[in-house]
């Protein structure tokens, strides 16, 4: 039985807040991190793939109520996103931002990853567990990354931008509109070719740099480089099987996008779960 209290929600956020805020300004200066030693990568193969699904969906069972209040907050700050979008008249950078929103999900299911790993030891795990991840030593690196992720978003919402500007010129003055530009116009069906495109590249951007990357600084005091530069070695080292991996991730996200985001609060922990045994599975 789990005998841990966390008291009042007011003090147990001020707590955790104060450790993390100590912990930022701790691990700064350390952002290269103390192991130097280069992490072992393994081969991988789509029975790994399958593994840390079933193993993601098992973590997911055992503590989803935890998990699905974790990451509420990520459908509800896509919704007020593309709210925001609307609002701003941007109706030609809906479709990007709810795409581009994936890049951030690594960030999202960091508690997740905090999860699985207490399990894995044979401890008990809930939500407050999962903001422990504020009290790492590499905290300050983890938060670093997330930001380079969130700049990958931006550069992407500019890079759409910039693209719709070229093919269709001025933005739509209602949803209706976009959507008779795209589809019935040759200067529609450019954009959408050099959407995609781009799109992809962004996506394989953040796959390389994410796979394993946010686990690792979790797991281990490496650095951001080192753990960045595992993520990539994990990928280069099992192409088929990471884009294999990239695309399960995107259709799952696409399905759970579909009921208004509500489907990410099942889908995001399944997946956050399922990052983290792939890891063990691909780094020694």
Aim: glycine share 10%.
């Amino acid at each position: 039985m789990n005998n841990k209290t966390i008291g009042n929600p007011a003090s147990w956020a001020a707590r955790n807040l104060q450790a993390g805020g100590s912990h930022v300004a701790a691990s700064t200066a350390t952002l290269g991190g103390d192991d130097h030693a280069e992490p072992q990568v393994r081969d991988l193969s789509l029975a790994d793939l399958r593994g840390a699904l079933r193993a993601g969906m098992d973590d997911f069972m055992a503590s989803r109520t935890d998990a699905m209040f974790i990451v509420v907050i990520y459908p509800l700050a896509g919704l007020l996103l593309m709210a925001v979008g609307w609002q701003m008249n941007l109706v030609h950078l809906l479709f990007p931002m709810l795409a581009g929103f994936a890049l951030l999900g690594p960030v999202a299911a960091v508690g997740l990853y905090q999860i699985s790993r207490q399990r894995e030891a044979g401890e008990e795990a809930s939500w407050s567990d999962a903001f422990g991840v504020t009290r790492s030593p590499n905290f300050g690196a983890i938060l670093v990354l997330g930001i380079g992720l969130g700049g990958l978003f931006v550069l992407w919402l500019i890079a759409a931008h910039i693209i719709h500007a070229w093919t269709l010129g001025t933005s739509p003055d209602s949803l209706s509109q976009f959507l008779t530009q795209v589809f019935t116009t040759s200067a529609g069906q450019t954009m959408i070719v050099l959407g995609i495109g781009v799109g992809a590249v962004f996506a394989l951007i953040a796959l390389a740099v994410s796979v394993v990357s946010f686990p690792l600084l979790l797991d281990r005091q490496v650095g951001v480089p080192m753990a960045v530069v595992t993520s990539v070695r994990v990928m280069r080292r099992n192409p088929g099987v990471i884009l294999c991996w990239g695309l399960i991730v995107a259709a799952l996200l696409v399905l759970g996008a579909i009921p208004i985001l509500a489907g990410l609060i099942v889908v995001i922990p399944v997946l956050g779960h399922a990052t983290w045994h792939l890891y063990r599975r691909a780094v020694a």
